[in-house]
């Protein structure tokens, strides 16, 4: 089992910035990727951004060159750094870890609010 705890979020204007901060624990040995999805009242959750255990990243098309995913491997700590951000960006975002197995498993955090307001 993995566990994952998400932070950061908060209230930010419009152009500003927050880091999100996804701890993980348990068998993390066993993940293959982290990422971070999001769901905006009455959406389904979309995926955002994810990074492989090589550190690749990739970022679905309408984050890209606002918002970075990173890693800290010593800390088994994965960050969203969200950056110009625009009240469209506002969801709940969750973190996700996925061992590709097979089977695939995926895990989740509880979820973290982002609302960009003025």
């Known amino acids: 089992q993995v566990q994952l705890v998400e932070s950061g979020g908060g209230l930010v204007q419009p152009g500003g910035s927050l880091r999100l901060s996804c701890a993980a624990s348990g068998s993390i040995n066993s993940i293959n990727y982290m990422g971070w999805y999001r769901q905006a009242p009455g959406k389904e959750r979309e995926w955002v951004a994810r990074?492989?255990?090589?550190?690749?990243?990739y970022y679905i098309n309408f984050v890209k060159g606002r918002f970075t995913i990173s890693r800290n491997n010593a800390k088994n700590t994965v960050y969203l750094q969200m950056n110009n951000l625009k009240p469209e960006d506002t969801a709940v975002y969750y973190c996700?870890?996925?061992?590709?197995?097979?089977?695939?498993?995926?895990?989740w955090g509880q979820g973290t609010q982002v609302t960009v307001s003025s």
């Open positions: 996700n870890a996925v061992r590709v197995g097979p089977p695939q498993t995926d895990y």
């Open positions: 990074i492989s255990d090589l550190g690749n990243s």
